[in-house]
């Protein structure tokens, strides 16, 4: 019997998976519809900028007359032509960098919200593996107690304890069960969360490694390019002002081209004219500089005060996470030292009646605030990190 039991969780076992935190990101970037939806939008607003700033078709025109001479017969005379608006030197190239210089701005703040989603699953792994690894140490504490339970009814048949003793045990030991179911299905509800965010294929027996969380440290080093995809997007904005700069600047941006031809009674004529916007007569390159200066000037204010928030809240979450790291080394040891020194002596102490059963589980309690404080901090520590992660915009993989 023993070895069927054995065979079957051997099966069970091989037949189960073990899901990296590299994995489940790479399955979330492949089915990703925030990379997919950005992909779109890039070709959209190239396509639109295309549009925009592509030159008018070429326009045909023409006319008709009827002609009535004084002498000879009455004939009908017409003309017809084309006309073309064409780009001056490189306005063209000029119109299409400003706007693709402010698309691409546009896009790396989408980055944003992608790095965003990742760390987003990045934090929920952690605190998956957290919640199971609180779901297996209470499983175990309730397992404790329950073998701790069994050995004073049995003392309280032979009449060592009091009903009232025991009655306190057994209302302990349902509160822990009761606990423990809430403990599992909370571990359960963000296991299942990780997998339909991260789209992740799974089974029954798929479960999440946990041997890759990332280190608790007091200090974490983010490197230098903190804030890079703003700072990258601001720059790309500043040079498109300088574009529209040198764009307006020219005295000349464009020409109309004109071919005409007219039949008339006795004379067929063939013309070729020439447009020349006279830029001098109006005042439209002028506000069109001092707009692209203006909003230099607003870019650059806002990204200063962008900047200052974003470092204020990066120093304020840099001491959150430093105080939460310092928090779980000493709950660490105050665990240690419980369960090493104290936790015997009081169980010691009541098997050998000389404390009360309350006064044990109090210290059991005690014992389980402690665990369950450490499993809070560390919650908080990687829900910071992460959050620290996004603010700084650094893509950790």
Known sequence: MKQLLLV??????????????????????????????KEQERLLL?????????LDPLELFGSGAQANPLMGKSEFEYS??????LSWGDTQEQEQRITR???????LEEDKKILNFQNGLKSLYHQHCLDHKNYKSFKQNYRDFVKLYKKKQKAYKYQEISKAELMQLEIEKNKLYAQLQEIQMIQKMSKQKLFILGRVNHSKNTRLSCSDMYPIRENVKL??????????A?????ESTQVALERHSKALDRVSLSVQYENEIDIDRYGVGISIPLTFTSTRSEQERAAAL??????????????IQKKSMYLELRSILKSNAMMIRSLKKNLQDYKKNLLPLIKK?????????????????????????????????????????????????
């Open 8 to 37: 079957a969780l051997l099966i069970q076992l091989s037949q189960a998976s073990t899901l990296t935190l590299k994995k489940v990101l790479a399955s979330a970037n492949s089915n990703n519809t925030l990379i997919q939806a």
């Open 46 to 54: 190239e396509a639109r900028n295309l549009a925009d700033t592509s």
């Open 80 to 85: 017809v032509g084309l006309s073309k608006q």
């Open 101 to 107: 210089l402010n698309n691409e701005a546009t896009l």
């Open 223 to 232: 490197g230098k390019n903190t804030f890079q995809l703003s700072n990258q």
């Open 234 to 238: 601001y720059e790309k904005r500043i």
């Open 294 to 307: 203006h909003k230099s000037s607003a870019l650059d204010l806002y990204h200063e005060q962008d900047m």
């Open 349 to 397: 102490s009541y098997d050998l009646g000389e404390s009360s059963v309350i006064e044990y589980l109090l210290n059991r309690q005690n014992y389980h605030q402690l665990k369950q404080e450490l499993f809070t901090t560390q919650k908080a520590y990687y829900h910071t990190l992460f959050r620290l992660y996004t603010l700084s915009e650094m893509k950790d993989n």
